[in-house]
């Protein structure tokens, strides 16, 4: 097999996302109902506007999608303020950021990520064969300047996850002010702001106006978190034109499927079901926080429907103890954080039952 696969991708280490529930139940043997918060889903489900525009549009499922995401892409812009142009539809912004690598990233280019960002980023730099740096957090956040003392004339890219996955904390507009005005001009600044619609906070930044400046910086968004649609795989990404036409050509033929784009487009005018989420979420969170603090918990203060925890201990028991209640979270081994869980932000139900089974296993 050496002779015949690629040796850098025999080293990568390949990418486990949370299991569906049904094979949860499967490989578990769990009968009963599982309380999964593990994978960061919306647990209010899809937004109902986009499930009924799915619904309608179903008797057309022998028609090929629009390869181009046209009426997609301009319902975003519309939503954005910004021009179609710089707009790019993928299957997810997983597909992008590999994508992004594929057209970007030539063997022996150096691609700086913080150390424990969200791992498709790493991943895609092995699979091109470039060269990755991992910069350490600082006090759990992106440490700019180290990423600045990093950079050396071999840098294309750096990968920002803001708020970062899976630790949840971000970096503010004066922050990023600051390192924008310091990164050379020539390298590709990628901000994957998957969870940025959970933000409250009004430091956070607003990087669409490097894009509208004409500046080297990509900005990946999805459908995936508040709007439900994990399942349908949409995600898109902001950047001057000569970016989005530079991941398209890289980018399979239609990669976004029908239903997909026609859920999205309507799930982005569903104000009643981003406000249900939004509030539920912050709810959540504080029940979750004022339950750690009572049994002192680490954990990290948070920007997104997830919280990161630190158990001080090996999490496999913890797991194994969660999974007899059938609760279901994730344990961060893969990212280095071998003492650490991840747990969604659930429903007030879901919330209760993971309280109440890990101060069982957390004993």
């Known amino acids: 097999m050496k002779k015949l696969i690629r040796d850098n991708v025999l080293k990568i280490e390949h990418y486990q996302p949370g299991l569906p529930l049904e094979v949860l139940k499967k490989e ?7 309380c999964n918060l593990a994978s960061n889903e ?17 008797e057309d499922g022998h028609l090929y999608p629009d390869n181009s995401c046209i009426f997609l892409r301009d319902r975003i812009a519309d939503h954005l303020g910004i021009s179609p142009k710089t707009l790019c539809i993928g ?5 992008l950021i590999f994508l992004m690598g ?15 960002s969200f791992i498709m980023a790493k991943i895609v730099a092995q699979v091109m064969d470039s060269r990755l740096i991992e910069v350490p957090l600082k006090e759990y956040r992106h440490d700019l300047d180290a990423i600045l003392k990093t950079i ?35 390298i590709v600044v990628a901000f994957d ?6 933000v409250n906070k009004d430091s956070y930044p607003n990087t669409l106006k490097y894009v509208e400046e004409g500046r080297n910086v990509i900005v990946f968004r999805t459908f995936s978190k508040l709007y439900g649609l994990a399942g349908l795989r949409v995600g898109y990404c902001a950047a001057k034109e000569d970016f989005t036409n530079a991941i398209q050509r890289v980018s399979p033929p239609f990669s976004v499927n029908r239903f997909a784009q026609i859920g999205a487009a309507a799930a982005l005018e569903d104000k009643e079901h981003i406000r249900k989420t939004k509030e539920m979420n912050e709810s959540g969170k504080r029940f979750l926080y004022e339950n750690f603090d009572k049994m002192s918990v680490f954990y990290i203060p948070s920007e997104t429907n997830f919280i990161t925890i630190d158990v001080k201990k090996d999490t496999k028991r913890i ?13 961060l081994t893969m990212y280095g954080k071998s003492t650490f869980l991840r747990v969604t932000i659930g429903t007030p139900e879901q919330n209760k039952r993971f309280i109440d089974a890990f101060k069982k296993s957390y004993q």
């Open 28 to 34: 578990l043997d769990l009968g009963r109902e599982i």
């Open 42 to 58: 919306n647990p209010l489900g899809p937004s109902p506007l986009a499930i009924d525009a799915v619904k309608k549009s179903l």
């Open 91 to 95: 299957n997810g912004t997983t597909e």
């Open 102 to 116: 594929v057209a970007f990233l030539d063997p022996g280019d150096t691609f700086i990520i913080s150390e424990s």
């Open 152 to 186: 050396t004339s071999d840098t294309k890219i750096v990968y920002l996850d803001n708020p970062m996955n899976p630790i949840g904390t971000l970096i503010t507009q004066d922050e990023v002010t600051e390192f924008m005005e310091k990164i050379p001009e020539d």
């Open 193 to 198: 702001e998957a969870y940025y619609e959970y």
């Open 319 to 331: 797991c194994e103890e969660l999974q007899k209640s059938n609760v279901i979270v994730r344990p």
